[in-house]
C-alpha cells in the first residue's frame, strides 16, 4: 500500500533548474536507499542518483556536479535539485527504493528545451 508520488517537473531551458520532490505514503516505512530513475521513450529507466538514509549520496557520471539529492527522513521526502540543465536530460524522472520492490510513481516530465 506504499505509495510514490513524484512532482516537480516541468519546461526550462537549458542552463536553468529544477527541483524535484518524491513523497512516500500510504504506510509508516524506513527506507535504507532511495533512487531517483529517469526514462525516455524507447528506452530502459536509468539510475540517475541514489541515497542512503544517512545521507550519502551516488551519481552517475553525466548528472555530477549539476544534480544534488537529498532527503529529509522525517518528512519521508526525497528531493532532486538540478542545475544547469541540458536537453539530453529531458525525461519521465521516478523514485523509488532499491531492494524494495515498491510500485512505481507515475513519475514526473522534466522537458529542457529552447
Known amino acids: 500500500q506504499v505509495q510514490l508520488v513524484e512532482s516537480g517537473g516541468g519546461l526550462v531551458q537549458p542552463g536553468g533548474s529544477l527541483r524535484l520532490s518524491c513523497a512516500v505514503s500510504?504506510?509508516?516505512?524506513?527506507?535504507?536507499?532511495m533512487a531517483w530513475y529517469r526514462q525516455t521513450p524507447g528506452n530502459q529507466r536509468e539510475l540517475v542518483a541514489d541515497?542512503?538514509?544517512?545521507?550519502?549520496?551516488y551519481y552517475v557520471d553525466s548528472v555530477k556536479g549539476r544534480f544534488t539529492i537529498s532527503r529529509d527522513n522525517a518528512k519521508k521526502m526525497m528531493y532532486l535539485q538540478m542545475n544547469s540543465l541540458k536537453p539530453e536530460d529531458t525525461a519521465v524522472y521516478y523514485c523509488?527504493?532499491?531492494?524494495?520492490?515498491?510500485?512505481w510513481g507515475q513519475g514526473t516530465q522534466v522537458t529542457v528545451s529552447s
Open positions: 541515497i542512503t538514509r544517512s545521507g550519502s549520496p
Open positions: 500510504g504506510s509508516i516505512i524506513s527506507i535504507y536507499t
Open positions: 523509488n527504493a532499491p531492494k524494495y520492490r515498491l510500485p
